[in-house]
């Protein structure tokens, strides 16, 4: 069972930024942290959750939806079993419930369905 804190959003100006950080935890200890692939997902108000960015286990490989791209950067710390998403440039169109996911492939993961383990989100706002 894997359990996941978000921390870090807020409003903030046009323009600005921010770092999201999610801090997680395997109580089972059946798997090292390494193993998961994580993602960062949003919501905004009256959408679907949509995918922001994946860091895969292990290697690290990184993927971006295209909207945040030059913009957004994840990236994670294993010792720490911490992954951030540095935001900057940040647009009103980004004001949303930001959540961290788990999953256990491998890979690139974009869909929001593979991904086991979820936070309980943090909200960040944009003013124009």
């Known amino acids: 069972q894997v359990q996941l804190v978000e921390s870090g959003g807020g409003l903030v100006q046009a323009g600005g930024s921010l770092r999201l950080s999610c801090a997680a935890s395997?109580?089972?200890?059946?798997?090292?942290?390494?193993?998961?692939?994580m993602g960062w997902f949003r919501q905004a108000p009256g959408k679907e959750r949509e995918f922001v960015a994946t860091?895969?286990?292990?290697?690290?490989?990184?993927g971006y939806t295209d909207s945040v791209k030059g913009r957004f950067t994840i990236s994670r710390d294993n010792a720490k079993n911490t992954v951030y998403l540095q935001m900057s440039g940040l647009k009103p169109e980004d004001t949303a419930v930001y959540y961290c996911?788990?999953?256990?492939?491998?890979?690139?993961?974009?869909?929001?369905?593979?991904?086991?383990?979820w936070g309980q989100g943090t909200q960040v706002t944009v003013s124009s």
């Open positions: 860091i895969t286990s292990r290697s690290g490989i990184t």
């Open positions: 395997d109580r089972s200890f059946d798997r090292s942290l390494i193993t998961y692939t």
């Open positions: 996911g788990a999953s256990t492939i491998s890979t690139i993961v974009r869909y929001r369905g593979a991904y086991e383990y």
